[in-house]
């Protein structure tokens, strides 16, 4: 974390967590809206759900937080990097929230959040140091 702050990443990061916390809010809607009104069963709900927020939170990324770092490759070719740098993240995010609500009983919405925040720095690190790589490293 020092050597995000002495960098001058820390508005790139705060960037990230700002993106972030939108795919929060598609993440959640998304998994309550399949839960509770299409019907699925929660863990099915979560994985649409979390591959949605990562696309969104791509988009996102792509168009603000990282815009001023050149784009290497094909804008599939970034997609697919990010995916699969969140994927790491998408599976711990599921472990907790799975862990969560059947080993500790909490409601399903709360065990994501948990989930969420424990991939955060995870996919900031794979995003600033592998998809979006600064000129400067």
Request: net charge neutral; no cysteine.
């Given at each position: 974390m020092q050597k995000l702050l002495r960098s001058g990443e820390?508005?790139?990061f705060l960037k990230f967590c700002v993106v972030g916390l939108t795919g929060v809010f598609v993440n959640m809607?998304?998994?309550l809206a399949l839960t509770k009104f299409v019907g699925l069963d929660y863990r099915i709900s979560a994985i649409f759900?979390?591959?949605?927020?990562?696309l969104s939170n791509f988009t996102l990324n792509e168009l603000w937080t990282f815009r001023k770092r050149p784009k290497t490759g094909s804008?599939?070719?970034?997609i697919l990097s990010f995916n699969l740098a969140c994927i790491i993240g998408a599976v711990i995010n599921f472990i907790v929230l799975v862990a969560l609500t059947e080993v500790f009983h909490l409601y399903y919405l709360l065990s994501n959040l948990f989930g969420i925040a424990c991939t955060t720095l995870w996919n900031y690190f794979?995003?600033?140091?592998?998809v979006w790589k600064s000129a400067e490293r």
């Open positions: 820390a508005s790139t809607g998304l998994l759900a979390i591959e949605i927020s990562i804008l599939a070719g970034r794979m995003s600033a140091t592998w």
